[in-house]
């Protein structure tokens, strides 16, 4: 069994193509400790670049334009990016909470390499998901967090990447009832698997999948998950199956096209004001409202409750929508985009180039990796609004990078590149 796992932890492409659709059976994908689990998300980060060109491919045929705009990508990715920044520094809070359970606390112990295991965990992570995504919709403090992936008013593969950088300290608990005993290298494999699902059923090019659409979670479904359109807010929250929604009551079909983004929109592509705008809001409605009780429930009941309001506020004071609605895209000249998608790609590498030689580098000399992935990306986000003081920043960052750069912080993984950037 340890010889199987150690082979199995070199994953073949073709594997990592199933793992992307929840397709890897139990013998391919269980391991004996959460060290040999692959990190399948990293290593799927080939297979979303080709998904994503072949959606344009797709989406040009069929409709005669493109599934999404320059700074709306730009801003998903940036989201992507930052989210992910906190797992180069320490390992993801969701393991590192459930080992602890697993290790101090369980109860006892299903056999790792047991098909049985490996479909209850299936069910278990994408239960639990299901009940910490209603939760995300229902209580404002976790909205806050998760509605930064509900905030693209375009919807395809690139909004499957735009994630929140707070919403991993909040789902955690939710995993921790299956490690008092399902193993944790178990667990390690399905909680990638459930995210990695979720990426293909971003888009607009599949209709419907006949049957499949009983059980699972398909583009149609999430459509209607993303739509400000009265009859999908709170709907569909599944991430695998749709049985959840069926059986609780928060199942609806897609009907009336639907509307993407949120029903107030926070108009920015700055990746960091997306993070924190929501929070301000919260901070700022805390304050203002009257009464101890009243404050608490600002926190925790829903995202449209007010005083003398039911738990998640009324239907009524949804936005109608009126198919006439425009996305927020400030105009910015052809050669200002261009330079952002080119900018970003030098990012975008210098990014990956981390994740592939974090483990050599110094903590200072990750930290400042970090520390300038960030400032590029919010520097980006002003330049695609257009702002006045954008200009200055990106000077300054321009600066950083080549004195950074000419002194070895920095490098490519393409050599040949080198002195590219510097110019």
């Not at 200002?336 to 000399?365: K, P, R």
């Amino acid at each position: 069994g340890a010889e199987r796992s150690t082979r199995t932890m070199r994953t073949a492409p073709g594997q990592q193509l199933r793992a992307l659709f929840y397709a890897l059976p139990p013998r391919e994908s269980s391991f004996r400790t959460v060290e040999e689990v692959p990190d399948y998300v990293e290593k799927s980060i080939p297979f979303f670049i080709t998904f994503i060109g072949l959606e344009f491919a797709v989406s040009w045929i069929q409709k005669r334009k493109l599934p999404g705009r320059i700074n709306d990508g730009i801003s998903s990715l940036s989201l992507g990016i930052l989210s992910r920044l906190p797992d180069v520094l320490f390992r993801s809070i969701d393991l590192i909470s459930y080992i602890y359970v697993w290790n101090n606390y369980r109860l006892f112990e299903l056999h790792w390499d047991s098909p049985w295991t490996w479909y209850l965990t299936l069910l278990g992570v994408d239960f639990a998901y299901y009940c910490f995504h209603r939760l995300s919709h229902e209580v404002n403090i976790l909205w806050a967090a998760h509605q930064v992936h509900h905030s693209s008013e375009d919807y395809n593969l690139f909004t499957a990447l735009r994630q929140s950088i707070l919403q991993k300290y909040t789902s955690w608990m939710f995993n921790l009832p299956m490690a008092l005993f399902i193993p944790p290298s178990v667990f390690a494999v399905h909680l990638q698997f459930n995210l990695l699902y979720q990426f293909w059923i971003h888009t607009e090019v599949i209709t419907k999948l006949g049957p499949l659409e009983w059980i699972l979670n398909t583009p149609s479904h999430h459509r209607v998950h993303h739509g400000r359109n009265p009859y999908c807010i709170d709907k569909n929250y599944g991430g695998t199956f749709i049985i959840w929604d069926r059986i609780f009551g928060t199942f609806e079909a897609e009907d009336a096209k639907v509307v993407y983004g949120l029903t107030h929109p926070i108009n920015s592509f700055d990746p960091i004001m997306q993070q924190l705008r929501p929070l301000a809001h919260i901070w700022s409605t805390f304050w203002a409202t009257p009464g101890f009780c009243n404050k608490l429930s600002v926190i925790f009941k829903g995202p449209g409750w007010g005083p003398g309001k039911p738990r998640l506020g009324l239907p009524e004071e949804i936005p109608v929508i009126t198919g006439k609605e425009v996305p927020f895209n400030p105009h910015v000249p052809a050669y200002l985009n261009c330079y952002a998608l080119v900018h970003f790609a030098i990012i975008v590498d210098l990014y990956t180039e981390l994740l592939a030689s974090v483990t050599m580098l110094s903590q200072g000399a990750v930290l400042l990796r970090i520390g300038f992935i960030i400032l590029s990306l919010a520097s980006f986000g002003l330049l695609l609004e257009n702002k006045s003081k954008a200009g200055i920043l990106e000077i300054i960052r321009c600066l950083v990078f080549i004195g950074v750069y000419k002194l070895g912080y920095f490098r490519s993984q393409f050599s040949f590149l080198s002195y590219a950037y510097e110019v």
